[in-house]
């Protein structure tokens, strides 16, 4: 796919997202390059008088959210988010994905885990028969950090870096991503990593989804659990 239509796409996938949203809603906002559209969407109707309070998965979306004078607030001021709008890295039609290419996997399963409707926003690349392709973002911490990779060895993990060092998520974390070409079954893979000590939270989005938004050349596809 060019990259002018795939921005389009993107761009047309998430100001149809903002559409959900209603005066006196608190939004989660996601991380990424789609979601990117979107908060931007959502400046724009703030400064034409909607009335919206937002919880952010990431120090990036926080800082362009602030700029476009949306009011960003810690999520346990929160005690729901009525609307999650995030991007996916891939999502299938059983609405589970691959989350985290942009580094905020875990804050965003607890922003998507705490709302009450979750909204995904994609490019028709993003839309795939069968996980996998897509590398599968792990999180984990520092310390022993090697002993994981050696235990993950299998999963052809690769150490996420960044302009020459060792890429840190906001909360001070490493990420490994898994080069597995398929997923045959999200659900087993998910728990399985989960039980390797050292590993924090896991890039799969499991059933998690309400609705995917598609950008489809001129238009959009929405499809709902």
């Known amino acids: 796919m060019k990259d002018i239509q795939k921005e389009a796409e993107k761009k047309l996938a998430a100001e149809k997202a903002v559409e959900f949203v209603k005066d006196g809603m608190t939004v989660g906002l996601g991380t990424g390059s789609t979601v990117y559209y979107a908060i931007n969407k959502i400046g724009d109707l703030v400064k034409d008088g909607l009335k919206v309070k937002a919880v ?9 959210a602030k700029s476009l004078g949306i009011e960003v607030i810690p999520i346990d001021d929160v005690p729901l ?21 942009g580094g905020a996997l875990l804050f965003e ?19 795939v028969n069968t996980l996998g392709k897509f590398p599968l973002p792990v999180e984990v911490i520092p310390f022993g950090y090697k002993r994981v990779l050696e235990h993950l060895k ?13 890429y840190k998520t906001d ?51 929405i499809i709902n659990k």
């Open 56 to 64: 952010s998965s990431s120090n990036a979306s926080t800082e362009l």
């Open 81 to 101: 988010i009525n609307i999650n709008i995030d991007g996916a890295d891939e999502a299938d039609s059983s609405f589970n994905g691959i989350k985290g290419g």
């Open 109 to 127: 399963k607890i922003l998507a885990l705490n709302s009450e409707k979750n909204i995904w926003i994609v490019d028709s690349a993003k839309l």
């Open 154 to 166: 299998d999963c052809n993990p690769e150490l996420r870096m960044k302009d020459g060092n060792i």
């Open 171 to 221: 909360s001070g974390n490493y990420i490994f991503d898994l080069h597995l070409n398929v997923i045959e079954d999200p659900l087993i893979m998910d728990m399985e990593l989960k039980q390797v000590t050292g590993i924090v939270e896991t890039g799969l989005f499991i059933d998690i989804a309400d609705t995917i938004i598609i950008g489809k050349e001129n238009s959009t596809e």
